[in-house]
Structure formats: C-alpha cells, structure tokens
C-alpha cells in the first residue's frame, strides 16, 4: 500500500534553515509528482512548491521564491523541503502529497511535521 | 493569488445533505476543471475526498459528491454522519504563478 512517511519535528531559531523528508513506499517513486504544503495553527493550508523526482524538476509558490529549496534522493525515494531564513511566521505543520502534475490530485499524504521557530 | 471563498461553517443534522461553496475566479475555478476536495479532522492530515470536480478516489463513501458552475464549486455530502465532521477546503489549478491556491476553509457540525 502507498505509504509517505515525514521527518520529525523541529525547533529552529529566527534566521536558521531547516529540511523536512518525505519518504515513500508502495509505488514508483519517480512516476508521481511531490507537492509540499503547510498550514499554521488554526489556519488553511497553503501550497508551496512541487518536485518531479524524476527530473529534479520543481516549481515554487512566488511567495517563497529565494528561501525554498527542493530535493530528492531516489535511491531512497525521499523528497526533501528546505527553507531558509526561518521566521516566527514559518511556524507551521509541513506536508507532502504525491500528486499527478497540474491534476491538483494530492492522494496519498504524510503525517505532517511541525516546525517551530522561536528565539 | 487570493484564496478561494468558501463559508467559515455548515451545519446539519444526522442523515441530513449539506453543501459547501467554494467560489473563486475565471482564473481558477471556472477556467480548469481541476478542483480537489479535502477532508480534515483535527490533528490529521488532510484527505482527498473529491478530484477534477466531480471524481471521487476509491474508498471516499458516494454520499460524497462535487460539481461546478462557473466560478463556484461546491461539495455535496449526503446522509450526513457523524464521522463527517471536520473541515473541508477545496483547491483549484489556478492560471497565475503560482499554480494552485486553496479555499478559506469550512467547519462542517453534524448537530
């Protein structure tokens, strides 16, 4: 069965980085896109970025253009999300979806990773 | 990119139908048919309840049901049961640069 299993949680300081993995099973990792996401406290969720494992290749949301970087090992079949520059705002449960391109059809999702960031 | 408009709360009671909206613009909702509905409960990841409008993945109940009219979409749920109270947010393919937004969210009671 599909399974995506994420890292544990973070505590990071303002202006530090932080990277999240995402490791797959249960399918051809490269067959599918990975999109990320996060959602703070009481708040929607909001869509960051994709990564084609296949190709490497990956689209980000122009509000973290600059500060996102995203990765993947495929020998693993794990994705990784890195954003820099933290501040309390970043502060958030982050996910990964595997996702089909531009379908918007996130089926299988990861348990979430809380990232705090506070001084 | 604004975030799609949907109601903070629907409510109904036991084996009642409610239906959310999800309204955005000819950018978004009414010029792709690719709009997503998810489900979460508290504490949980969110779940793909509905895809490309009306589709529903293998396992969600068919008491769930989507649609579109121009610019608005909305989720039906039918034979309300308790297990389906959570929040529900709907996610569009959008024509800007950034290329999917989300909805505002809706708390769905079942009183």
């Known amino acids: 069965q599909v399974q995506v299993v994420q890292s544990g949680a973070e505590v990071k300081k303002p202006g530090a980085s932080v990277k999240v993995s995402c490791r797959a099973s249960?399918?051809?990792?490269?067959?599918?896109?990975i999109n990320w996401l996060r959602q703070a406290t009481g708040q929607g969720l909001e869509w960051m970025g994709w990564?084609?494992?296949?190709?490497?290749?990956?689209g980000y949301a122009q509000k973290f253009q600059g500060r996102v970087t995203m990765t993947r090992n495929t020998s693993i079949s794990t994705a990784y999300i890195e954003l820099s520059s933290l501040t309390s705002e970043d502060t958030a449960v982050y996910y990964c979806?595997?996702?089909?391109?531009?379908?918007?059809?996130?089926?299988?999702w990861g348990q979430g990773t809380l990232v705090t960031v506070s001084s | 990119q604004s975030a799609l408009t949907q109601p903070a709360s629907v409510s109904g009671s036991p084996g009642q139908s409610i239906t959310i909206s999800c309204t955005g613009t000819?950018?978004?909702?009414?010029?792709?048919?690719?709009v997503s509905w998810y489900q979460q409960h508290p504490g949980k990841a969110p779940k793909l309840m509905i895809y490309?409008?009306?589709n529903r993945p293998s396992g969600v109940p068919d008491r769930f049901s989507g649609s579109k009219s121009g610019n608005t979409a909305s989720l039906t749920i039918s034979g309300l049961q308790a297990e389906d109270e959570a929040d529900y947010y709907c996610?569009?393919?959008?024509?800007?640069?950034?290329?999917?937004?989300f909805g505002t969210g809706t708390k769905v009671t079942v009183l």
């Open positions: 490309e409008v009306s």
């Open positions: 979806a595997r996702g089909q391109g531009a379908t918007n059809r996130n089926d299988h």
């Open positions: 000819s950018s978004d909702v009414g010029g792709y048919n690719y």
């Open positions: 990564m084609n494992p296949n190709s490497g290749n990956t």
């Open positions: 996610s569009s393919y959008t024509s800007s640069s950034t290329p999917f937004v």
């Open positions: 249960g399918y051809t990792f490269t067959s599918y896109d």
